[in-house]
C-alpha cells in the first residue's frame, strides 16, 4: 500500500529536477544567462542534500527530500528567477516559517543523535532548548549573510532594513520553537499529535540506526 505514495514522491522530486535542468538548458541556449545560472544554481542545491547523505551515509526520507526539493524550487527559483518576492508580500514569509521548523526539526535530530539516540540522557526539555537555539542561530547567520551581501556588493537582500530582519528573526524564532515542540513530544511519546510526530522523527531514527543506537522503539504512555 505504501509503494505507490513513495514512488509519487520520488516521482515529484525527480520532475522538479528535470524542470530545472530543462529551464537551465532553455535559458542558455536562448541566451538568458541569468535565468540559466539560477536554474542550475537551484539544480545544485536540490542535489546536494543527496550527495551529501550519501557522503556522510545517512538515509534521508523521502518526504524529507520532498520537502527541501519544494524549498529550494520556491526559495531560488521562483524566488529570484520569477521575482515571487516582489510578487507575492507573504512569500518570503512563508519560506521563512517554513525553513525555521526545519532548522529546528534539524537541531533537535542532531542533539539527540549526540546523546546517542538515548532519550534519559538529558531532560526532553532541555534537548528541545538546544534545537531551539539551533534552529535561531541559523536564521540569525542567515541574516547577517544577507546583510554582508547588501553591504559588499549593493544588494537589496534585506529588502526594507532593520524592519525585515526584526520581522525575519521572530519567524525564525517561532518556526524553530515548532519544531523544537515537536522534538520534545517525540521525546515524551505522548500528547495530541504525537502519532505523527513519532512517524515524522521515527523514520528517519530508524533509518540511521547506527546513529541513534540507545534509541528505544517503544515511547512511554
Known amino acids: 500500500m505504501t509503494t505507490p505514495k513513495i ?19 532553455a535559458a542558455l541556449v536562448m541566451g538568458n544567462w541569468e535565468l540559466g545560472f539560477v536554474a542550475l544554481a537551484t539544480l545544485a542545491l536540490a ?5 551529501l547523505a550519501s557522503r556522510l551515509q545517512i538515509s534521508l526520507p523521502m518526504p524529507f527530500m520532498v520537502a527541501v526539493t519544494l524549498f529550494i524550487f520556491a526559495s531560488v527559483f521562483m524566488g529570484e528567477a520569477f521575482n515571487f518576492y516582489e510578487r507575492f508580500w507573504w512569500w518570503d514569509i512563508a519560506l521563512h516559517a517554513a525553513s525555521s521548523v526545519g532548522f529546528g526539526t534539524i537541531g533537535f535530530l542532531f542533539i539527540f543523535m549526540m546523546f546517542a539516540g538515548d532519550r534519559y540522557a538529558a531532560p526532553p526539555v532541555a534537548m528541545a532548548f538546544i534545537a531551539f537555539c539551533v534552529g535561531v542561530t541559523v536564521g540569525t547567520i542567515w541574516e547577517i549573510f544577507e546583510f554582508a551581501m547588501d553591504s559588499t556588493f549593493g544588494l537589496n537582500m534585506q529588502k526594507s532594513g532593520l524592519d525585515d530582519t526584526m520581522e525575519d528573526l521572530i519567524i525564525d524564532a ?44 517503544r ?3
Open 174 to 217: 517561532i518556526g524553530s520553537g515548532i519544531g523544537a515542540c515537536a522534538g520534545y513530544i517525540y521525546l515524551r511519546g505522548s500528547g495530541r499529535g504525537s502519532a505523527l510526530v513519532k512517524a515524522l522523527f521515527g523514520d528517519f531514527v530508524e533509518r540511521n540506526k547506527r546513529l541513534y543506537h540507545k534509541s528505544r522503539a
Open 7 to 25: 514512488f509519487g514522491q520520488r516521482g515529484l522530486v525527480v520532475i522538479l529536477w528535470g524542470l530545472l535542468l530543462a529551464a537551465a538548458l
Open 219 to 221: 515511547f512511554r504512555r
Open 47 to 51: 542535489l546536494a542534500p543527496v550527495f
